[in-house]
């Protein structure tokens, strides 16, 4: 059986277009289900967690045979969105070993982002790993790596300007609806969507002095907790149809499975603002909007991939900042390789520390008779002192080991031959080692 190996397998805004990646998303509520399933159906997997944004659907996972696991990983993906394989199979990328882990930790300080310095995206990733390790499908391995990778992400906020101007999806829709508007202090906004994005692109929309703000949401009492705060006006989301020829802004921030405003109703829409410009901001993946909505005069329809082009004015800079992320990103790779490199000494480890502790057993048997003699407090003595010795022993060993050499194959040679001279596996008999011990030769 071949070592645990962290692996990733997914697919991200890179790519594959929004209307691939909507059709394998997974909403916040499925993910503990298809975890369950993948922990009961797919055993070449050992360790698992679900990483599904509105930019990447990537399964993190560990096994001892990452291609294997990934390929069933794959075919479970596409039975369980109902997604032919052939739809998304070139899209998908799949990294192992310390090029995963990197991804990983990129992933968390939001360097490999669709708008680098995001901060939304370590929030999911944490996300990800609770819902992992409430389902029972974190590991060793996992456990490590995406503590490490929140520990990396908090490293790289702290030492570098990366989050400075940064523009997420919520500010580059409201950015975007002033290029498109000369001025929004006189437009009707309705919000879809109460959620963190929802939230936070209101809250934006609020400093640049919008009037007019309506929000809706399947939850109402969300709705009307966010209205109360940015002082805006909650609509019963099975009622705000009629407010939409109102609305000069429509941003979609809902969870869906398929969109929830087509083509058909629009039309009349449209006639009763009477052709006034309508300006839609999808930030939902799946979508919220039909696509097919950009046909209509004067509807102007952008999706989570349009806004990746809003970020262009400030990337410069953010980039140049990215470079020293990227510096830290390597400096905790390492350690986390040197940790990973130890988990193939655990075996080892174990079988040295049975040997030492079977050979004090044995002498302390051979023995036996004299230390009968001895008093309580003196048993007790020798006691104490061949563990004492035994436990130092070990621990020069372990200390060895674990520093390594100048490689990985002169770590596992090393380990490989004090577990052979501990263990007995190069045929020394007893005798052998009762001469050793009288030989009075220098």
Excluded at 420 to 434: A, I, P, V
Aim: with cysteine.
């Amino acid at each position: 059986m071949g070592k645990a190996t962290l692996f990733i397998l997914g697919l991200n805004h890179r790519t594959a277009p929004v209307a691939v990646r909507e059709r394998l998303a997974y909403a916040e509520a499925e993910i503990p289900r298809a975890l369950a399933s993948i922990k009961q159906r797919v055993a070449s997997v050992s360790e698992v967690a679900i990483l599904s944004t509105c930019n990447r659907v990537e399964m993190v996972g560990v096994a001892a045979d990452s291609s294997a696991a990934s390929g069933e990983l794959a075919a479970f993906i596409a039975e369980d969105r109902r997604v032919g394989l052939p739809v998304f199979a070139e899209a998908l990328y799949r990294i192992e070993g310390r090029e995963a882990a990197r991804h990983l930790f990129r992933v968390g300080a939001s360097l490999d982002s669709m708008m680098v310095g995001e901060p939304q995206i370590l929030g999911q990733l944490k996300l990800a790993y609770a819902q992992a390790a409430r389902a029972g499908t974190v590991g060793l391995v996992l456990h490590r790596a995406f503590h490490k990778a929140f520990s990396t992400a908090k490293r790289i906020r702290k030492g570098t300007l990366i989050g400075h101007g940064a523009v997420s999806a919520s500010s580059a829709a409201v950015a975007l609806a002033r290029q498109i508007f000369d001025r929004l202090s006189d437009k009707t906004v309705m919000l879809m969507g109460a959620g963190k994005m929802a939230e936070l692109t209101a809250r934006q929309l609020q400093t640049i002095g919008i009037e007019s703000l309506l929000i809706t949401s399947r939850t109402f009492d969300n709705a009307v907790t966010l209205a109360r705060e940015l002082g805006g006006t909650a609509v019963p989301f099975d009622n705000y149809r009629p407010y939409l020829k109102i609305a000069d802004v429509v941003i979609g921030s809902i969870s869906v499975t398929k969109p929830i405003i087509g083509p058909d109703e629009f039309d009349a829409v449209i006639r009763e603002r009477r052709y006034r410009p309508m300006f839609l901001i999808d930030l939902g993946v799946p979508r919220n909007f039909d696509e097919r909505l950009n046909s209509i005069e004067n509807v102007y329809l952008y999706d989570i991939d349009d806004l990746g082009q809003v970020a262009d004015k400030s990337r410069a800079e953010r980039e140049r900042e990215a470079d020293k992320g990227e510096e830290i990103v390597e400096q905790e790779l390492k350690a986390f390789e040197h940790w990973m490199a130890g988990l193939d000494l655990v075996p080892t480890i174990k079988d040295i520390r049975y040997s030492i502790e079977r050979l004090r057993d044995v002498e302390l048997g051979r023995n036996q008779s004299w230390i009968a003699t001895l008093g309580p407090s003196e048993r007790e003595r020798v006691e104490l002192l061949t563990r004492s010795l035994t436990n130092k022993l070990l621990h020069r060993i372990l200390l060895g080991l674990r520093q390594g050499g100048n490689s990985a194959a002169d770590n596992t040679y090393a380990a490989e031959v004090a577990r052979r001279l501990l263990c007995g596996e190069f045929d020394l008999e007893d005798s052998e080692f009762d001469a050793i011990e009288d030989d009075d030769e220098p």
